[in-house]
């Protein structure tokens, strides 16, 4: 058995078509999704980033607005600047671009901003809705790994569910959205004793802790569900997972690879929660 590759870039195409529909409908009521991005200093990965969720905006329809801020910022700066964003009507997300510099501490600038506008779905009031199995603004890359489980008609109910890894981004929201569609969720991490001996029972893995090759066959009950969400760099430069995929894809039914796996996902649900967060506060 080879794995099926679960192919990011087809789904999140097909994903933006709808957001292109959405974002038209809007349009035509008067309201046009407004997203504005604020980056600090110059990391040249934060700087491709933004630069891909500019594009995409424009693709779709969308008001970009990008605000480049040199390293030296002070934090009432950037919070002053949020503040503007929070109070202007034609932005309904806001996005900081994160690392920030060291001297910006990274919880009051995200606690800043209003949670209605919180597309990235990191404020306080949005994650303790999703643990409370609300409605609200879900952090891109998790809502971007249900959307692709989805899409290959794999439903968690009922299922274990393995999340090795336990960002606050990633790891914990990932676990929390399989929870809320009742799979039986267990997390592991760097202090886990006997990894394989959890992940083996996985019928859905997700491998989320950016270290690479980490998942290996052993690891992977045969015919699993495996999603990769880590970006490491081989020897080569090549962009590789946490997941030795050659490997793995032996033994899994689904697997998604490192590059064109879970990253078209993450731009594409920061497009979703801003076209969901202009409706709700336009209560369209």
């Keep these: ?3 099926t590759i679960i192919d990011g870039t087809a789904i999140s195409k097909k994903v933006r078509e709808d957001i292109a ?14 997203l504005a991005v604020i980056l600090v200093g110059d990391n040249q990965a934060s700087k491709t980033y933004v630069a891909n969720k500019e594009k995409t905006c424009r693709e779709l329809g969308m008001y970009s ?17 949020i503040n503007d964003l929070n109070q202007d009507e034609k932005i309904h997300g806001i996005l900081v671009q994160l690392p920030l510099p060291g001297h910006i501490e990274e919880k009051a600038v995200l606690d800043a901003i209003l949670p ?3 597309v990235d779905g990191f404020h306080p009031v949005n994650i303790g809705r ?12 998790p809502y971007g790994i249900m959307v692709m489980l989805d899409h290959i008609g794999c439903n968690p109910e009922g299922k274990h569910a393995v999340v090795v890894g336990r960002s606050n981004i990633v790891g914990k929201p990932v676990g929390q959205l399989l929870l809320n569609r009742n799979a039986t969720v267990t997390y592991c991490h ?13 019928d859905i893995l997700i491998a989320a802790v950016g270290v690479r090759d980490l ?15 880590g970006m490491n760099r081989n020897e080569e430069g090549k962009l590789c997972g946490d997941v030795a995929f050659n490997d793995v894809k032996e033994v899994a039914s689904f697997i998604t690879p490192v590059p064109k796996g879970v990253g078209p996902m993450t731009i594409t649900m920061l497009m979703h929660n801003t076209v969901k967060a202009a409706k709700r506060i336009h209560s369209l």
């Design 190 to 202: 760097s202090k886990t004793a006997d990894l394989a001996k959890y992940t083996s029972d996985a």
């Design 215 to 229: 998942i290996r066959a052993e690891h992977v009950k045969p015919g699993a569900v495996v999603i990769d969400v």
């Design 1 to 3: 058995m080879t794995a």
């Design 65 to 81: 607005v990008l605000l480049e801020l040199p390293e030296s910022t002070s934090q009432e700066e950037l919070l002053a600047h």
């Design 130 to 141: 999703l643990m409370t199995g609300q409605d609200t603004l879900f952090p891109c890359t």
């Design 116 to 118: 209605e506008k919180d």
């Design 21 to 34: 529909t959405q974002v038209q409908e809007l349009k035509n009521k008067g309201v046009t999704p407004g």
